[in-house]
């Protein structure tokens, strides 16, 4: 019999169950995918009751697949921003606005400096269209009925734990990343909680990622087969997670995450917040935050030029001959802004931009643009971390881009460094297994993952490209900075 802990991992397009023997090696993963509805124009919500019957065959499936061996624990990592308005019996009123929601987007501009400021000063959310906060404050101000009739507000982990074990809990990073909690304080923070029209009595008790709950509801238990006595935990949000399931745990280590949208965070010890807005700042444990950029334009800005130019071929055959273009895609710019921004700009209305075109360019010059842009975006979000942080000591990536050989190339060589690429995907999963073990006295450290990540390979930085890059990316950065106006 084997010992096992599983990671329940919920994204924005789909939930996973993974589990892993102690060492980080994948035994089994189960996915089903979470379809996204678009009611309104800037309207970007999921339906619960859909979430938990796939959350439910997810989990049957998974243990159905590992029966004979001994699971640990499960711990949880999700998706941020989610928001889900509900009565007094865990019943949802409204379906669950997701990150990608921009109903607030008007409301975000129109709010003055000082207060975007101060909100920010102390929550350490940007105010941006995606959190909880600006959502909140656009139902208030149009009168939503699912608000106005709502006891509680929660995100999709909390909602999901309130069903299971009729308790109202929220981790440190959930919490955080509402934009209604102090990081200082650790508590829910009452300027924000006065711009939402709500109390802190309709928001949950906020607990550390070590959180265990035991007792499932019978029926619950019942219908997931879920072993007698498996406690479950907490967990925490996705890009804590997936920091820690990469190993980026101590000063100096980032971690890159690039999909469809993208991130760039680092662990560091305390709260802390940036003076210029570019970046988040998120509590993981009472002691510790993870600071960070996200990016709207990952994966969706190349997937954007494929389609764009109606190209059937597979994703590998769109890339080929990118590979052969020069440093700076011989004169030509791209600011990835197509899905509108957060990091560095944090501005729905942000738009991209190539600049440079000429006749002598073809697919393989604007592919390669597109890849330099991602990164370039990515290296600009960085330099913020930076002055909070200084210069990363190690970079690990994954996501769906870090398949791409020549985009993690172009990575080593605007960023300077080793890249590392992780033997696995499911870095947040990892992570949220890890936590449990750590919650359950397992293991006896979050530091102690450091022994128990399979490493992949190791992209080392062609430093005569990373010269050349530096000038490029001037010229970018200036670029991105004088089409802001035109937003």
């Known amino acids: 019999m084997e010992e096992l802990v599983i990671g329940l991992d919920f994204g924005t397009t789909s939930v996973k169950a993974v589990a892993f023997d102690l060492k980080g090696n994948v035994k089994a993963e189960k996915e089903q995918l979470i379809e996204t509805y678009y009611p309104k124009p800037t309207f970007v919500e999921q339906k619960p009751a859909e979430i938990e019957l796939k959350t439910h065959q997810v989990i049957r499936d998974i243990l159905n697949e590992t029966t004979g061996n001994n699971i640990l624990s499960v711990g949880i990592s999700c998706a941020m921003h989610s928001l889900i308005c509900v009565d007094e019996h865990g019943n949802p009123l409204s379906d669950m606005s997701i990150w990608s929601d921009g109903r607030s987007s008007e409301l975000a501009e129109r709010l003055n400096r000082n207060t975007k400021k101060s909100v920010y000063s102390k929550t350490g959310t940007p105010i941006h269209p995606m959190s909880p906060l600006l959502k909140l404050m656009w139902m208030k101000e149009n009168n939503y009925q699912p608000y106005q009739n709502a006891a509680y507000f929660m995100s999709w982990k909390e909602y999901l734990l309130y069903k299971w074990f009729g308790e109202r809990v929220v981790d440190y990073s959930m919490a955080s990343a509402t934009g209604l909690m102090n990081v200082k304080t650790l508590d829910w923070e009452p ?17 550390p990622p070590t959180e265990i709950f035991e007792g499932l509801k019978p029926e619950v238990a019942n219908e997931l087969g879920w072993p007698k006595g498996t406690p479950l935990v907490i967990g925490a949000a996705d890009g804590q997670l997936a920091n820690l399931g990469n190993g980026a745990i101590k000063p100096g280590e980032v971690a890159v995450t690039v999909g469809t949208s993208g991130a760039i965070r680092q662990l560091i010890s305390g709260h802390h917040v940036n003076d210029n807005e570019e970046t988040f700042s998120y509590a993981f444990t009472n002691n510790t935050s993870i600071i960070g950029g996200p990016t709207n334009n990952g994966g969706i800005a190349l997937q ?44 729905q209305n942000a738009r991209g931009s190539f600049y440079g075109l000429s006749v002598t360019h073809r697919r393989s010059h604007l592919v390669r643009a597109v890849l330099e842009g991602i990164v370039f975006n990515l290296y600009q979000i960085g330099q913020s971390l930076e002055e909070i942080a200084g210069k990363p000591t190690m970079i690990s990536v994954n996501g769906g881009l870090s398949k791409s050989p020549l985009w993690v190339q172009i990575l080593a060589d605007v960023f300077g460094q080793d890249i590392q690429l992780a033997d696995t995907h499911h870095g947040a999963a990892w992570g949220a297994s890890w936590t449990a073990l750590v919650a359950t006295g397992k293991v006896e450290s979050f530091e102690q993952i450091k022994e128990n990540i399979p490493i992949d390979q190791v992209v080392k930085p062609d430093m005569l490209n990373h010269q050349k890059y530096q000038a490029v990316f001037a010229k970018y950065q200036q670029l991105a900075k004088d089409i802001e106006k035109y937003f």
């Open 191 to 207: 300027e924000a909680l006065k711009l939402a029209g709500i109390e802190s009595s309709q928001l949950s008790k906020i607990v």
């Open 304 to 347: 954007w030029l494929k389609e764009m130019m109606e190209f059937s071929g597979s994703h590998e055959e769109f890339l080929s001959g990118a590979e052969n273009i020069s440093v700076g895609a011989e004169g030509l710019l791209f600011v990835p802004y197509v899905n509108g921004e957060r990091a560095p700009v944090w501005n």
